[in-house]
């Protein structure tokens, strides 16, 4: 049975799956070097801050109390890695998908696609009209594991809002349904009619025809 829970200073350690904790985004180079810290220690405090002035910052997804998965999500404030990239957002309150991770088991069952559709719900219960990430194009060397793939995001939806060779941001705008496809669509289309002063639109192409965006399925 799969359960999507918050994440909480208690379940830092539900992170790793099928491989270490990562601190990519929760730390900042300094001359080349991060500053050494434990990553449970980092990650805990990290959790608990945000937590504490804004809300949990993501979901673990578990099947059978097994931990399989997360996403974390953070309004940019809270995301010191995002001053290494050129594109990083002016408002610190935009709220930016980090990361999603699932373990190994798991590729091809479309959790990656679960996960996302947790971190709308949780952007919509905290009445935000869009989410943005810092993503790699397929030409990025080196490209830590933590730092999702454009071509995956796009394909949920995401558009570029600050175009770069290899790091562009990206964001998707929860007042349209351009997100997974089939019963997760369903699903965001239902959290939509919730939230007051958020109401779906139709995409609008440069042809000026109304029309409805076709994504395909991703995992």
């Not at 399989?68 to 709220?95: I, W």
């Amino acid at each position: 049975m799969r359960d999507l829970r918050p994440l909480t200073v208690d379940r830092v350690a539900d992170l790793a799956g099928d491989s270490a904790l990562c601190t990519f985004w929760q730390t900042v180079p300094r001359n080349g070097a991060v500053l050494p810290s434990e990553p449970f220690d980092l990650l805990s405090d990290w959790v608990r801050e945000v937590t504490v002035n804004w809300g949990a910052p993501g979901r673990i997804a578990y099947i059978d109390d097994r931990p399989v998965g997360h996403v974390l999500l953070a309004p940019a404030r809270y995301v010191p890695r995002l001053a290494a990239f050129p594109t990083t957002p002016s408002d610190p309150a935009t709220l930016m998908l980090l990361t999603i991770r699932i373990n190994a088991d798991q590729h091809g069952r479309g959790l990656r696609k679960v996960l996302v559709q947790t971190a709308v719900k949780e952007a919509l219960r905290h009445r935000v009209r869009s989410i943005e990430v810092i993503a790699a194009r397929p030409q990025a060397v080196g490209k830590h594991p933590c730092v999702l793939e454009s071509t995956f995001v796009e394909n949920l939806g995401f558009r570029v809002a600050r175009d770069h060779p290899v790091y562009p941001r990206l964001r998707l705008d929860l007042r349209t349904i351009v997100t997974v496809r089939d019963g997760a669509a369903a699903a965001v289309r239902k959290a939509l009619a919730k939230v007051s002063g958020v109401q779906p639109v139709p995409e609008t192409p440069p042809d000026g025809a109304t029309r409805a965006r076709v994504t395909r399925a991703v995992d």
